[in-house]
């Protein structure tokens, strides 16, 4: 097929907008997907995605779509993923493409993502169509939120699709006006390959596979390739495209969207924005944009079951094949045994892995509260970097500790810049500036510690804002803060995998908010057991937990046996699900505890 | 050959006039169509069933067994009566709204020697809450009129952890209880079934600290009254212990009549599945929950720890051909250090910690039975 005749393009929407129903219904339009034979919402391949409404595999599907003017048109149909961690590579998948279908629901108008989404697309230079759906909604507003995108993003909508993705009503315009309105592909055949690599994924039979869209020259079987980063060098052996199964093709072409297999062995070879050329004939400029993700945020993991710990491992080498991002070493901790440390791209990126890991490799996870890298530097001159607060140095060997900062850009409406200014401050925020970008719309600017943004940042956010503000940020280097370890002593015994690193002046209002915390979520036991939150010894603060005094089935006859004695399995279930530590029994949320403590700060 | 001999027999009557709203056994409100068609079912089971001679105790629970006519009690106690011969302990529940004199004189008559008075509460506000019809009163009466014709073994049950009940409240009503002389009572703490009323309304009982302050208070005002705890809910005087309930938490076998009702064999314990309308249709269905050994040393331990004098350790050996302490070695050293149990020559008991965590400590023996 000509450049002429191809289309690529994402779908962006804030979540529930309907953007996976929208691109079903395209799929079924183009019969590229036979009335529903595949699952609801065929882009987000795994479980978990569909589950949580959020997609963090990318995947490209191509269609061929017979247009109002005779013609036959090639889509590539690129999805992309929703969430803060993953900005980086939501922009690499628009950088795929030359277009992108905005979906907007008539029911709640322009969300903060709606926005996020949206600038992120303008900043690839791609030609936004927006589309009005779920018109068939009985409290749609159609007409009002066409007022509200052009007001707020300044996108004209007097040719918006009004659409209900759900009955597939008016999706068939949505599709001419890809035609008309989205460019073609305007690379250059004869020029040596340049293909951006913007997902990749790990095949036990193939290797990585990479997907891939040709800026560039093109790519065929047999290619000797080179990934311009990563300086990894390949032989092609397999290229396709999905529809959405794969389809092999001899070459992929300029403009085009596919996929392709090299034998690649680890997909740190493969990274999401990097360059395939050709080795041969290399290109002489790599296309822009490409960024190594590096882990920001770092938490242990322990099988609650000690015997488990293989099995970890195996689960989590398997995981790490499709995830280049994710890294992970052994770890010992005395409360909790062995286990690992991982390191994490977000919050987000390391819920899912967990989740993954409890559900898909039947895994029974303990997790200690995430951490950032710090630096410490030592009276002897030399520097370590601590993503363990286990292993924090002692005070009188440290010279000075530096932490991770951020540049954090939160963009919100009028009415809540009050709440989310307060919360910034209340996270060692520095204001550094506000930008009004519209009427109503603001991006809020600040320096902010990353140790406090992995906290619950994002939770405070959301409901500070009401949803209606999105935040992205991006490490700006380290600095030195006054900051200390704090122990948790239960039964004066320091649980190792509960100690953290925080700022002194907030050390006693987390301290007591922490073991306040913790009296709650551990069970009262046969005795009383003091939880104390100490600094080099010092004990800050302190609560108990009293012992426990009654816990005994008031009646059991001979017909209630059954009944009786599964009570009390279920008691030792709940027993299994929680770990000795010396001689007190902890419930796993207990290690995360310290993440939540601000619920108390809030009461 | 004396072996597989049954001491008791249980019968459940599933009619009550009212529902407690804290109730979630087999019942249903009386209806006399139903309560016949029941009782030619339960017949129907007597007879096709082979029963020992030599019983010790009958049980007649519910449900409210009072809830049924005059002639439908004399019914139920006359299909009873052929295995009533070497019976020492006889007992029915009856509460005050559906016992007349002439249902006294029936039980009377067919050697009903024991009776269970649910008298829960003497607040009229909490007996509202509970839904029962009742007053303190009218169990006082009732106590006197069994007094009077000569019936003195009866059971009080009195209820706490009630929502709203304070501290005084159960002390007043563990007093007038007291004060009605019986020779047993039960005291049950609140436990919210999920299928009964309450548990449907989301209703919780108090804290953990106010009961167990009840608990204490319960155990030490009816020993300094002279009534001996002898199980973790169940308090006797002058030896008055119930017989039958003793005999279930010995872990001897048992038959259960009705619907509603369990058993216990040789082979393991059964129930009676399904609706009233099913066992009306099929009375002898029953479904059987077989038992390793394991299981059935493991529940004898879970029963026989509620009594306070705890498990012969010869009877269990003499059952199961096992020590106590070898089948359970880790268990029972660590909590007699930790002081939940106690072990002597013969018995192994709980402490009065270990009392109150029961639950704990049947976990910890669950662990090592690895069940």
Known sequence: MDQNHIRNFCIIAHIDHGKSTLADRILELTETVKERDMKAQLLDEMDLERERGITIKLNAVQLSYHADDGEEYLFNLIDTPGHVDVTYEVSRSLAACEGAV?????????????????????????????????????????????????????????????????????????????????????????????????????????????????????????????????????????????????VPVRTLGCGDVGWFAASIKSIQDVRVGDTVTNAQQPAEEPLEGYRKMNPMVYCGLYPSDAAKYEDLHEALDKLKLNDASLQYEPETSQALGFGFRCGFLGLLHMDVVQERLEREYDLDLICTAPSVIYHVYLTDGSMQEIDNPAK????????????????????????????????CQSKRGIYIGMDVIDTGRNILTYELPLSEIIYDFFDRLKSCSKGYASLDYELIGYRKEDLVKMDILLNVETVDALSV???????????????????????RQQFEIPVQAAIGGKV??????????????????????????????????????????????IPQEAFMSVLSMDDNDRR | MTAARNPSLYVHVPFCASVCFYCDFFRQVYQKETADAWLDALEYELLHTEINDGLETIYIGGGTPSSLSESQLDRLLSLLDPYKIAISEYTVEVNPETLTQDKIDTLLMHGVNRVSIGLQSHDAALLKMMNRHHSFEDV???????????????????????????????????????????????????????????GK??????????????????????????????????????????????RIWEYEDFYGFGCGASGKDEKGRYDHPGTLKQ???????????????????????MMGLRLSRGISRSRFE?????????????????????GMLILTEDRLSCSTHGFELLNNVLVRFMEEAEL
């Open chain 2, 201 to 246: 309304q989301g209703v919780r009982p108090l804290d953990e600290d106010t009961e167990a302050d009840m608990y204490e208070w319960i155990c030490s005002y009816l020993s300094k009254h002279g009534y001996d705890h002898y199980e973790i809910s169940n308090f006797a005087r002058d030896g008055k212990e119930s017989v039958h309930n003793t």
């Open chain 1, 102 to 246: 905005l979906v907007v629901d008539a029911t709640q108008g322009v969300q903060a993502q709606t926005l996020a989404n949206t600038y992120l697309a303008l900043d690839n230079d791609l030609e936004i169509i927006p589309v009005i759906n779920k018109i068939d909604m009985n409290n749609a507003m159609p007409d009002e939120v066409k007022n509200e995108i052009e007001n707020i993003i300044g996108l004209d909508c007097s040719e918006a699709p009004m659409i209900s993705a759900r009955t597939g009503q008016n999706v068939k315009e949505v599709l001419e006006q890809i035609v008309h309105k989205i460019p073609a592909p305007h690379g250059d055949p004869s020029k040596p390959l340049k293909a951006l690599v913007f997902d990749s994924f790990y095949d036990s039979y193939r290797g990585v596979i990479a997907l891939i869209r040709i800026m560039d020259g093109s790519l065929s079987v047999g290619d000797k390739i080179r990934f311009m980063a990563t300086g990894a060098e390949y032989e092609v052996t397999e290229a396709g495209i999905r529809n959405p199964k794969e």
């Open chain 1, 540 to 585: 800050i603060a302190r609560t108990n937990i009293k012992s426990l005094r009654k816990n005994v089935l008031a009646k059991c006859y001979g017909g209630d046996i059954s009944r009786k004695r599964k009570l009390l399995e279920k008691q030792k279930e709940g027993k299994k699900r929680m770990k000795a530590v010396g001689s007190v029994v």
């Open chain 1, 392 to 423: 924090m140095p002692e005070a009188s060997r440290i010279e000075r500790v530096e932490e991770p900062y951020v540049k954090a850009e939160i963009m919100t409406s009028d009415a809540y810049i009050g709440p989310v200014m307060e919360l």
């Open chain 2, 318 to 338: 003499k059952r199961y051909g096992n020590d106590l302490t070898d089948v359970y070695p880790e268990t029972i050293h660590s909590l007699c250090k930790e």
């Open chain 1, 501 to 523: 690193i925080i700022h002194r002046t907030e050390a006693y209002q987390r301290g007591s908010g922490i073991t306040i915390r913790l009296k709650e979520l551990i069970p």
């Open chain 2, 279 to 301: 066992y009306l249709k099929d009375p002898g269905a029953r479904s059987y929950i077989y038992l390793t050994k394991e299981e059935r040393m493991y529940e004898s331990v």
């Open chain 2, 140 to 198: 006082s009466r009732l106590v006197n009129q069994f007094f009077a014709c000569g019936l003195s073994n009866i059971s009080l049950d009195l209820m706490y952890s009630l929502p709203n009940q304070t501290m005084e409240s159960l002390q007043r009503s563990t007093e007038l209880a007291v004060s009605l002389n019986p020779a047993h009572l039960s005291l049950y703490s609140l436990t919210i079934e999920e299928n009964s009323v309450f």
